[in-house]
């Protein structure tokens, strides 16, 4: 228990600091604000870690275009579409498993990347600070200390148990934000009586069988989607806003090779009699439509009296992305930049929080981190760029690098792994389907895997029945 010290703030051992998440950001602040020497409890609200990489078989399928009720967006045979040498930790790389039921590919299934992530948690001995089917009902600010430094209340219900309350100095708020389905404001959307649901809702193809399917949205979700279920539907629409865009001309080849895969327009208006009319006047009469339109941040259970709001997907005002000016340090964020590479970048901000909180480092005063955050908003209207974008980071890994330098300290990545991390996207658009097993490595790559003791893995032939080739999702 930590003493309530009405003498003045919490010598930095005595912290107690709550983390609400026990996925990857989660478990990657526990294990930096354990090594500040802080009291970490994350309370993560499934049956184990590793967030949006435990997968559930469950979908919403009651309501499949409500609020998200389960968490995971992962479908079965998702595989991942960044280079494991890439995305480790930057002290604990994300090397091929020796188990039977492992997969050592560089772009591995899903299932190998919760192994890691587990793998990390046992690693750092972070499982002792986990409380698992716990979830949080309330985060609010506590009755100050006599010194005028926060502390807030967390309510939260283990499963089966009545709802409890503890009070720490900190909380981490790191839950990520791939569970909350976007869905666009589509005419008739409410009078189409035929299978409507958000990707977030998709698991496997089989239901999908000999349909007409309509995707929204050509992200790379949105064309991974198309490229698994054209096997088996009739026919696979995907509408996209713009055919210039980067994963839309990359779709080019495969639609070329499927006479069932169809670029389309942005869809104008759903009809009740199962048509779907795109923005060019063509139609077609479909049996299913899947929404690949992102997600929203959402914190329901965070109360800050309105410091911290969420408009049009702008989670704010946060400095850097992760500190709200009139609430920091005690109240932060980890893991809301999209478009990072991961977990590199969450363990950046992670450490940067934690030296915070230990007083190893300080930050700007509130007014100082208020006018960046406006300085930015400024910049980004002044760029033409919509409110929804704030935290996209753009892949920009030498951005990234400069933040980790000033924040904490952090190391700059090698360049061989930015190099293997680029090779990969421009592999991607060049073809979608056969970027993961069809990779050539340049000599600087090839001399860091060797450097850092990377086992050489052959790429393994495409085959088409393979059913674990298909899908992969990464912060991108």
Avoid at 206 to 218: K, L, N, P, R, T
Avoid at 336 to 361: H, N, T, Y
Avoid at 378 to 390: I, S, V
Avoid at 450 to 468: K, S, Y
Wanted: charged content about 25%; hydrophobic content about 35%.
């Amino acid at each position: 228990m930590v003493s309530d010290h009405d003498d003045g703030k919490l010598p930095a051992q005595w912290k107690k600091v709550c983390v609400v998440g026990g996925g990857m950001a989660g478990l990657a602040a526990a294990r930096e604000l354990r090594r500040e020497g802080l009291d970490v409890t994350v309370l993560e609200q499934r049956g184990g870690v590793g967030g949006q990489w435990l997968y559930d078989a469950a979908t919403d399928a009651g309501d499949p275009l409500g609020m998200a009720g389960v968490h995971s967006s992962v479908f079965a045979s998702l595989r991942l579409n960044s280079p494991r040498e890439s995305i480790g930790f930057s002290d604990f790389p994300f090397r091929p498993t020796n188990d039977a039921g492992g997969d050592a590919r560089r772009y591995p299934v899903h299932g190998e990347l919760l192994r890691y992530i587990r793998d990390f948690c046992d690693a750092f001995g972070l499982m002792d600070a986990v409380r698992l089917n716990t979830t949080v009902t309330r985060v609010a600010m506590a009755p100050p200390r006599r010194d005028g430094s926060l502390r807030w209340a967390v309510r939260s219900r283990r499963h089966g148990e009545a709802e409890t309350e503890e009070v720490f100095d900190a909380v981490v708020v790191a839950i990520g934000h791939y569970s909350q389905p976007r869905l666009p404001t589509v005419d008739g959307m409410d009078r189409w009586r035929r299978k409507q649901l958000h990707s977030h809702s998709y698991r496997v193809p089989d239901s999908f069988a000999g349909e007409v399917v309509v995707i929204v949205g050509c992200s790379v979700s949105g064309a991974e989607l198309a490229l698994e279920l054209r096997r088996v539907a009739k026919e696979v629409h995907l509408s996209t806003k713009s055919t210039e865009e980067t994963i839309t001309s990359a779709m080019s080849k495969s639609v070329a090779r499927y006479e069932n895969l169809h670029l389309r327009p942005q869809v104008e208006h759903l009809r009740e009699d199962g048509t779907v009319v795109f923005d060019d006047g063509s139609f077609v009469v479909a049996d299913a439509i899947i929404y690949c339109t992102g997600y929203n941040y959402s914190f329901p259970f965070l109360d800050t009296n309105g410091k911290v709001t969420v408009d049009d997907n702008r989670v704010g005002p946060l400095y850097e992305h992760v500190f709200p000016p009139e609430l920091a340090p005690s109240l932060s964020f980890v893991g809301i930049p999209a478009k990072v590479l991961l977990p590199v970048f969450i363990e950046v901000q992670a450490r940067w929080v934690a030296q915070v909180l230990s007083g190893r480092r300080t930050l700007p005063s509130q007014e100082e981190m208020q006018r960046a955050v406006e300085e930015h908003s400024r910049g980004m209207e002044a760029a033409g760029l919509p409110k929804r974008w704030t935290h996209d980071m753009f892949l920009d890994l030498e951005r990234c690098d400069d933040s980790g330098e000033r924040t904490c300290g952090f190391p700059r990545m090698e360049q061989w792994k930015k190099e293997i991390f680029f090779s990969s996207l421009s592999d991607m658009v060049d073809d979608m389907e056969s970027f993961r097993d069809g990779y050539h490595d340049s000599d600087l790559v090839r001399d860091g895997l060797r450097r850092h003791g990377w086992t050489p893995v052959a790429p393994r032939p495409q085959e088409e029945d393979d059913d674990a080739k298909a899908i992969g999702v990464a912060n991108i």
